[in-house]
């Protein structure tokens, strides 16, 4: 027989404080996409298996699928809607857009906040590490050649 | 409920000029880039539930008991949904009117016929808690021995295979072409089951407003979803929203309305409330179709000079105990290689698993990889270079047929694909190439090809006071660019910029758009909007030359054209006005215009209609450790009119990238004592990461087609898949010497 | 998932006394424990974060070897420029294990507890008989889809492949896991299946994982981490092999060699037959391919996974021959 307990969250996400009261089980997927309306992450899998749930957690890449809520509280968290300024698509973004580098944009945001990751983290440098640092993002619909293209001109911009 | 997307209002997608034949980017991508894109599962509507089903363990028998107070009994659990409380429907849900009506369950009794199917339903306050209580119920059940594989059953010749292509056919004489051969090959193929995997699991948002129903569900088929719920639950298809502007992907599982889908609305009529239904990722691995295992067998005779004498294709396929889809893979020998004998033929089995459906080229790709190996095969017994081999033997008229086609740029794409991809070099024999870390290095190539398919569809366009333009169609886009092609032909018809269009779709309230599928869309709802376009034209056409005040006064319609906004008289493009003046002159606010999408008949009858491909690759593998890389590919396709390069460009992709997956990645492998497949999921369900994708080259090939319709296009979002498959193990054979007999090839295949 | 109660832990006896509790369990990355919660394998009642732990994250190496914190994270070891220059197989088994973002997730700790990825133990809904989640509820796997399954120290029990890699690299190089104050090799920490495969590491209740330490050697500094798999990334080993080699001033005979195979066995596995075979041998291709095959010694396949017993050896062979090029 489980008692339902809940515990109240606090998180920052894309420099806005919530404080929700959760169950401890609640991931950080569940609890951006139906206790706060951010559906831009996406669930593909549920069990790390597919990328579509990345966000970013202290500025690092991390599947909010596998993320407990709870865990996440007292971090930074930035989710595809926090990545535009002002309007201003995120350059990253707007290489997505350029090179066509998705079909059905399901595993887009996923793919996005990777890559943005992936560029920070140094490891945009060729178009083979791309390839293997982006792995972690499936898309079924197989943009990946215009995925590769984007990292590289993001990260060349980024260079520059 | 209109979608209003404000697609006009994002300036990322006007770069780059407007209109048919422009690379266009998406008009959807700023939405989609920014997480603003809204898919079903992200609607949330006041006092909506979550649904969570539970699925069968077993492939076949009965359920005999589930605790369903312990699943109550959960914090949170509203109500369970099953086969004593399931609101009533109109219609058995067993019941088939027609081939394209497939039986759902939809918990009508407590017997079980695959493994993952529903047999209950918890509906919660949170996902959390429904989640859970499916997990609470424990079924029990009285098990039958499960029915699995190619040779799980007695095996019969089905009525009809595909959309109702006989199962047999036959040109020539097959056996007497065989005996009249000097060379011969024979060889069988098996390709396993394989599940779409659209990265958006199938979700429903559904809600009840008396017999009003309103739902968010991805659909490749606006109208006959409608269609199929409103008979299933006794209500006028007009009482029936769905909301699909976007599809995370489809591949075919969204193409009927699944029984999930169907019971996320029984769940929400239940309980009185909204309910969200979402799939779990391993419960798409049986109600939401899947591309059928096969074996198949070829058999081809050649003469002296390497012309096929006869070609014999069998095909082994699967289907499901209840219902009936057979993919059509025999029927990829109709169309690509001359033979003066052709015979082609199809059997069947029935398994303990959901009915297969439609998966990407369905029928096509299955029987391509066969067929290009099989030709690959015979070009080496021949001793040719297997595209010399390949032209040797081009059809000029549909071999099956004998119909002329109605375009056939082929040769083009062997010669510019070969091209660019330096295929002169090849060596014939295999095993003769390695590079500078001593990977076994193979070429090969494959024929694409995939048919100019047409629907039914229709669209309604509006010209308004102030100039500008609407145009509206049920159209879905799961990936394809519906949202950025359609709007191009929208404004080509309309005579007007592209950001002078309001281009409105992804809503059954809308005219039906017909099915996102059989890479016929296009070219379907292209031409209702097309033609909806030149009605409403000559509507205001009408209105100008028939005023005396008009400078067009008298030119009649056939004497005026439309562009940028204004009508011009043909012969002196000086005279014209503005489409403003002339419905402000006739003081309309606006008019409107319906035009219809559908194959021309007498056409049909006269021409073979197909898109082509060739596509050439390279893989490298480890002579030790059998490791298989594809390094590169090279496509060029012929397929019509191609009204935005960008996007036809990621289509070939996307198909290419399937090809390499069919002959290296995907199978669903089944558990034979349960009949359970146990990679259902992500992780040992392979499907290819980035890292496993090479160097992508795709050719757009001119094609001028005055006969498919009178855009001119063909279609592009299957016909990739084919050809590279057998490309890759052709590839690999050349590597190696191994010849891929089993797919997908894998390292215990190669390690010699 | 069941609901369970949440604690997060201000210090390492706090979390070691909570976690000591009943039904209670760490949690670390959650990369494993809360996807098995999902699959209904895990059932805590507690979970204890330790995440938010200071200090235990910490990466230190000197001439004596590295001590990696158990909540270093599997990215940040991987990206390690000491790491990388001076134990390259812990840096190759990293990058290459999973993908960018588990890796930011998992730590080194949660990595050693990793658990094995046999369907049937994944899925008890579907599959009840599985002696490593139930003792003697039997074993599913057995007669089922095998392909991924052990070849090596198997048993009657249980034939669950061990799916890690970087353990791989440590049993290779004798490394020790710190459990506070107890130290145990890492080859002793996996146990093997026998009668008792729901035992899997020879930790006690109340006990943490709070470092790992690797041994400075001469073959850790000339090592590498080879994994052959279906896929080119983002994919469980079919078949792995750490080794590390070094060699006598000659520059042609083999003073140590340390191989360790992945990917084939219930644990990390130590292929101690192939090293006392070649060592003091000279480094070459015929005599390194025949003593590899002693890598698999004992093994036995189940059906589909026979592959693996070819394989292994070839992964093995090409390692060490690797090694040999490099300078």
């Known amino acids: 027989m489980t008692s339902k307990t809940t515990i109240p969250v606090h998180l920052d996400i894309n420099g806005q404080r919530h404080t929700l009261e959760l169950e401890p089980r609640v991931t950080l997927l569940d609890a951006l996409r139906d206790r706060l309306g951010l559906t831009g992450t996406k669930k593909g899998c549920d069990h790390g298996q597919c990328g579509a749930c990345t966000v970013h957690v202290d500025g690092e890449r991390v599947l909010a699928c596998l993320t407990l809520a709870a865990q996440a509280a007292g971090r930074t968290i930035t989710t595809i809607e926090g990545l535009a300024r002002e309007g201003e698509l995120h350059p990253v973004q707007a290489a997505f857009l350029e090179q066509d580098a998705f079909q059905c944009g399901y595993c887009t945001p996923g793919q996005i906040m990777s890559a943005v990751a992936c560029i920070r983290e140094g490891h945009a440098g060729s178009d083979e590490e791309i390839r293997e640092y982006m792995a972690g993002n499936l898309c079924r619909c197989g943009a990946y050649p215009h995925i590769v293209a984007a990292v590289r001109q993001a990260a060349l911009e980024a260079a520059s | 409920m209109m979608l209003e997307l404000g697609l006009n209002q994002q300036p990322a997608h006007t770069r780059q000029g407007s209109s048919i034949g422009q690379p266009l980017t998406r008009r959807d991508g700023f939405l989609k880039v920014t997480g603003t894109a809204r898919y079903a599962a992200d609607n949330h509507p006041p006092g909506m539930l979550y649904a969570v089903l539970a699925v069968s363990s077993i492939a076949r028998g009965r359920v005999v008991s589930l605790d369903i107070e312990a699943a109550k009994a959960h914090s949170g659990v509203v109500e369970v949904m099953t086969p004593l409380n399931r609101p009533a429907l109109a219609v058995d849900p067993d019941a088939k009117d027609h081939p394209f009506m497939f039986r759902l369950?939809?918990?009508?009794?407590?017997?079980?016929?695959?493994?993952?199917?529903?047999?209950?339903?918890?509906?919660?306050?949170?996902?959390?808690?429904?989640?859970?209580?499916?997990?609470?119920?424990?079924?029990?059940?009285?098990?039958?021995?499960?029915?699995?594989?190619?040779?799980?059953?007695?095996?019969?010749?089905?009525?009809?295979?595909?959309?109702?292509?006989?199962a047999v056919q036959e040109k020539g004489d097959v056996e007497a072409g065989l005996e009249s051969a000097r060379t011969r090959i024979e060889a069988a193929y098996e390709t396993p089951a394989q599940y779409h995997n659209a990265m958006e699991p199938h979700a429903i948002v559904a809600a009840w407003d008396g017999d009003q129903l309103s739902i968010d569900t991805p659909s490749q088929g606006?109208?006959?979803?409608?269609?199929?719920?409103?008979?299933?639950?006794?209500?006028?298809?007009?009482?029936?929203?769905?909301?699909?502007?976007?599809?995370?992907?489809?591949?075919?599982?969204?193409?009927?309305?699944?029984?999930?889908?169907?019971?996320?609305?029984?769940?929400?009529?239940?309980?009185?409330?909204?309910?969200?239904?979402?799939?779990?990722?391993?419960?798409?691995?049986?109600?939401?179709?899947?591309?059928?295992?096969?074996?198949?067998?070829?058999?081809?005779?050649?003469?002296?000079?390497?012309?096929?004498?006869?070609?014999?294709?069998?095909?082994?396929?699967?289907?499901?105990?209840?219902?009936d889809f057979f993919e059509p893979a025999a029927d990829a020998s109709h169309t690509l290689y001359a033979s003066p004998a052709i015979a082609t033929s199809h059997d069947a089995v029935r398994l303990d698993t959901g009915t297969p459906l439609f998966m990407r080229?369905?029928?096509?790709?299955?029987?391509?990889?066969?067929?290009?190996?099989?030709?690959?095969?015979?070009?080496?017994?021949?001793?040719?270079?297997?595209?010399?081999?390949?032209?040797?033997?081009?059809?000029?008229?549909?071999?099956?047929?004998?119909?002329?086609?109605?375009s056939k740029a082929l040769r083009e794409c062997y010669e510019q694909a070969a091209e660019a991809f330096g295929w002169a070099s090849r060596p014939l024999q295999p095993r003769r190439m390695r590079d500078a870390d001593g990977f076994l290095t193979g070429w090969g190539m494959g024929t694409a090809t995939f048919p100019a398919l047409m629907f039914q569809a229709e669209a309604r366009a509006v010209l308004r006071a102030d100039g500008s333009g609407l145009m509206e169609t049920g159209a879905q886009d799961m990936g394809q660019g519906a949202w950025t092609?359609?709007?191009?032909?929208?404004?080509?018809?309309?005579?007007?910029?592209?950001?002078?269009?309001?281009?409105?779709?992804?809503?059954?309230?809308?005219?039906?758009?017909?099915?996102?599928?059989?890479?016929?869309?296009?070219?379907?709802?292209?031409?209702?909007?097309?033609?909806?376009?030149?009605?409403?034209?000559?509507?205001?056409?009408?209105?100008?030359?028939?005023?005396?005040a008009s400078p067009l006064f008298g030119a009649g319609n056939e004497g005026v054209l439309a562009r940028g906004g204004r009508l011009y008289r043909r012969d002196d493009e000086s005279r014209g006005e503005s489409y403003s003046e002339i419905l402000a002159r006739a003081g309309l606010a606006e008019i409107e215009g319906h035009g219809k999408g559908a194959p021309d008949p007498a056409s049909q009858e006269t021409y073979a209609k197909h898109a082509h491909g060739a596509v050439f690759a390279e893989v490298k593998v480890d002579p030790d450790l059998g490791q298989i890389r594809v390094t590169r590919l090279v496509g060029a396709f012929a397929a019509g009119r191609v009204i935005n390069p960008r996007l036809v460009r990621s289509q070939y992709y996307g198909g290419m990238i399937w090809g390499v997956s069919f002959a290296l990645h995907e199978e669903a492998v089944t558990d034979r004592r349960s009949g359970r497949i146990q990679n259902a999921n992500l992780a040992e369900y392979h499907v290819p990461v980035n890292a496993d994708v090479p160097s992508v080259e795709a050719l757009l090939v001119h094609e001028d087609d005055p006969h498919v319709n009178a855009l001119g296009i063909k279609g592009v979002g299957e016909i990739g898949i084919t050809g590279t498959a057998g490309a890759v193990a052709n590839a690999v054979w050349h590597a190696t010497g191994v010849r891929p007999r089993r797919f997908p090839i894998r390292i215990e295949d190669l390690l010699g | 998932?069941?609901?369970?109660?949440?604690?997060?832990?201000?210090?390492?006896?706090?979390?070691?006394?909570?976690?000591?509790?009943?039904?209670?369990?760490?949690?670390?990355?959650?990369?494993?424990?809360?996807?098995?919660?999902?699959?209904?394998?895990?059932?805590?009642?507690?979970?204890?974060?330790?995440?938010?732990?200071?200090?235990?994250?910490?990466?230190?190496?000197?001439?004596?070897?590295?001590?990696?914190?158990?909540?270093?994270?599997?990215?940040?070891?991987?990206?390690?420029?000491?790491?990388?220059?001076?134990?390259?197989a812990i840096s190759e088994a990293?990058?290459?294990?999973?993908?960018?973002?588990?890796?930011?997730?998992?730590?080194?700790?949660?990595?050693?507890?990793?658990?094995?990825?046999?369907?049937?133990?994944?899925?008890?809904?579907?599959?009840?008989?599985?002696?490593?989640?139930?003792?003697?509820?039997?074993?599913?796997?057995?007669?089922?889809?095998?392909?991924?399954?052990?070849?090596?120290?198997?048993?009657?029990?249980?034939?669950?492949?061990?799916?890690?890699?970087?353990?791989?690299?440590?049993?290779?190089?004798?490394?020790?896991?710190?459990?506070?104050?107890?130290?145990?090799?890492?080859?002793?920490?996996?146990?093997?299946?026998?009668?008792?495969?729901?035992?899997?590491?020879?930790?006690?209740?109340?006990?943490?994982?709070?470092?790992?330490?690797?041994?400075?050697?001469?073959?850790?500094?000339?090592?590498?981490?080879?994994?052959?798999?279906?896929?080119?990334?983002?994919?469980?080993?079919?078949?792995?092999?750490?080794?590390?080699?070094?060699?006598?001033?000659?520059?042609?005979?083999?003073?140590?060699?340390?191989?360790?195979?992945?990917?084939?066995?219930?644990?990390?596995?130590?292929?101690?037959?192939?090293?006392?075979?070649?060592?003091?041998?000279?480094?070459?291709?015929?005599?390194?391919?025949?003593?590899?095959?002693?890598?698999?010694?004992?093994?036995?396949?189940?059906?589909?996974?026979?592959?693996?017993?070819?394989?292994?050896?070839?992964?093995v062979a090409r390692a060490i021959l690797k090694m040999g090029e490099t300078a």
């Open chain 2, 105 to 166: 369950d939809l918990l009508q009794n407590d017997g079980v016929r695959y493994p993952n199917q529903s047999i209950a339903v918890v509906i919660a306050e949170t996902l959390e808690a429904a989640t859970e209580g499916a997990a609470l119920l424990s079924p029990r059940y009285e098990t039958l021995p499960a029915r699995v594989g190619l040779d799980g059953g007695k095996s019969f010749v089905p009525r009809g295979v595909g959309v109702g292509n006989p």
């Open chain 2, 222 to 323: 606006l109208a006959m979803a409608q269609g199929r719920i409103a008979g299933l639950f006794g209500i006028a298809p007009r009482n029936v929203h769905i909301r699909s502007p976007f599809l995370g992907g489809g591949f075919g599982s969204k193409g009927m309305i699944s029984g999930p889908q169907v019971l996320g609305i029984l769940a929400a009529r239940l309980v009185g409330r909204p309910v969200k239904l979402v799939l779990r990722r391993e419960q798409m691995y049986g109600p939401v179709g899947h591309r059928a295992p096969a074996r198949q067998t070829l058999r081809m005779g050649m003469d002296g000079e390497g012309r096929l004498t006869a070609l014999s294709h069998h095909a082994r396929t699967t289907s499901s105990t209840f219902d």
């Open chain 2, 361 to 406: 080229a369905p029928g096509e790709a299955t029987g391509s990889i066969a067929l290009e190996s099989a030709i690959d095969e015979a070009a080496h017994a021949c001793g040719m270079d297997p595209l010399e081999f390949r032209l040797r033997n081009y059809a000029e008229v549909e071999p099956m047929t004998g119909k002329p086609f109605s």
């Open chain 2, 485 to 548: 092609a359609f709007a191009q032909i929208a404004a080509d018809g309309l005579g007007l910029d592209i950001d002078q269009v309001d281009f409105r779709a992804g809503s059954s309230d809308l005219p039906n758009a017909g099915i996102a599928g059989g890479s016929g869309h296009t070219a379907t709802a292209g031409m209702a909007i097309h033609n909806a376009g030149a009605a409403v034209i000559a509507r205001l056409a009408d209105l100008a030359t028939g005023n005396e």
């Open chain 3, 1 to 88: 998932m069941r609901d369970f109660s949440y604690l997060r832990a201000t210090s390492v006896d706090a979390a070691r006394q909570a976690a000591a509790l009943p039904g209670a369990m760490l949690l670390a990355g959650g990369t494993t424990l809360i996807d098995l919660a999902k699959c209904g394998v895990a059932e805590p009642d507690t979970l204890v974060d330790i995440t938010h732990l200071k200090g235990l994250d910490r990466i230190e190496i000197d001439e004596r070897g590295a001590i990696i914190g158990a909540l270093a994270r599997m990215g940040h070891v991987a990206d390690h420029d000491d790491i990388k220059s001076r134990f390259p």
């Open chain 3, 94 to 315: 990293l990058w290459q294990a999973a993908s960018a973002q588990i890796r930011n997730m998992a730590t080194i700790g949660g990595n050693l507890m990793q658990r094995t990825r046999c369907p049937y133990f994944r899925d008890p809904s579907n599959f009840s008989a599985c002696n490593k989640r139930v003792s003697g509820s039997g074993c599913s796997a057995i007669g089922g889809v095998t392909r991924g399954h052990a070849v090596l120290g198997t048993s009657d029990a249980c034939i669950a492949m061990y799916p890690g890699d970087l353990a791989t690299v440590l049993v290779a190089f004798d490394a020790t896991v710190r459990l506070g104050d107890r130290h145990i090799r890492v080859d002793d920490f996996f146990l093997l299946p026998g009668t008792t495969p729901d035992r899997e590491h020879a930790i006690e209740p109340g006990e943490m994982i709070t470092a790992i330490e690797i041994p400075s050697s001469a073959a850790a500094h000339r090592s590498t981490y080879l994994k052959v798999r279906d896929r080119q990334s983002y994919e469980f080993a079919a078949a792995s092999a750490a080794v590390g080699l070094e060699l006598e001033s000659d520059g042609r005979t083999i003073r140590d060699l340390r191989v360790a195979l992945g990917g084939v066995a219930t644990k990390p596995w130590r292929a101690r037959a192939v090293e006392a075979a070649l060592k003091g041998k000279v480094l070459e291709p015929e005599a390194v391919r025949a003593a590899s095959l002693l890598a698999v010694e004992g093994a036995v396949d189940h059906g589909a996974n026979h592959y693996k017993i070819e394989l292994a050896p070839r992964v």
